[in-house]
T-cell receptor
Framework: DGGITQSPKYLFRKEGQNVTLSCEQNLNHDAMYWYRQDPGQGLRLIYYSQIVNDFQKGDIAEGYSVSREKKESFPLTVTSAQKNPTAFYLCASRPGYPQETQYFGPGTRLLVL | DAKTTQPPSMDCAEGRAANLPCNHS???????VYWYRQIHSQGPQYIIH???NNETNEMASLIITEDRKSSTLILPHATLRDTAVYYCIVRVGGAGGTSYGKLTFGQGTILTVHP
């Protein structure tokens, strides 16, 4: 069953704590993305990766870090430097040029205790 | 990427066609029109996309005007499960340039399908 999986569905973070959100895809897609969605808002790009071992900052990368050691995995770490982390986090992947369609995972909702 | 304008909300009766409009008057020749939808608390779902010809797939039809300044997404027989926020996105084809594949989601149209 192919697709994009994100875990956990809900995540709670304490003050000063780093947390890592998982994103895995078995679609053999080259590019992967992390977006953040706040209530009633559109999606904002945090980080993206077009190939393994390479990633670039998006529009709101401060307080976040990523890695892309494997093609199928693109974990996102929300660090303590991110002062307002409560949001819905979405991971997406894209096959690669010339295919432009992005496919999204189910999302992880991060809440601060 | 060109900016899009969509009505904030629309209603549709179950079983009827839902026609969702999108204005993109500043679209350029190499920009595609994409439609996604997002059901509450889920990830966005790709629906359809097109450049200048009308497109149809198992989910919907996309009608793009001849001047490409507007488009309409048609759900031919709406069901209650089609209630969602629908996003119209315009972006350049190809992953190069400055857009690096980023999708810019606006506010979208909240479609409510009622019995």
């Amino acid at each position: 069953d192919g697709g994009i999986t994100q875990s956990p569905k809900y995540l709670f973070r304490k003050e000063g704590q780093n947390v890592t959100l998982s994103c895995e895809q078995n679609l053999n897609h080259d590019a992967m993305y992390w977006y953040r969605q706040d209530p009633g808002q559109g999606l904002r790009l945090i980080y993206y990766s077009q190939i393994v071992n390479d990633f670039q900052k998006g529009d709101i990368a401060e307080g976040y870090s990523v890695s892309r050691e494997k093609k199928e995995s693109f974990p996102l770490t929300v660090t303590s430097a991110q002062k307002n982390p409560t949001a819905f986090y979405l991971c997406a992947s894209r096959p690669g040029y010339p295919q432009e369609t992005q496919y999204f995972g189910p999302g992880t909702r991060l809440l601060v205790l | 990427d060109a900016k899009t304008t969509q009505p904030p909300s629309m209603d549709c009766a179950e079983g009827r066609a839902a026609n969702l409009p999108c204005n993109h008057s500043t679209i350029s020749g190499n920009e595609y029109v994409y439609w996604y939808r997002q059901i509450h608390s889920q990830g966005p779902q790709y629906i359809i996309h097109g450049l200048k010809n009308n497109e149809t797939n198992e989910m919907a039809s996309l009608i793009i005007t001849e001047d490409r300044k507007s488009s309409t997404l048609i759900l031919p027989h709406a069901t209650l499960r089609d209630t969602a926020v629908y996003y119209c996105i315009v972006r350049v084809g190809g992953a190069g340039g400055t857009s690096y594949g980023k999708l810019t989601f606006g506010q979208g149209t909240i479609l409510t399908v009622h019995p």
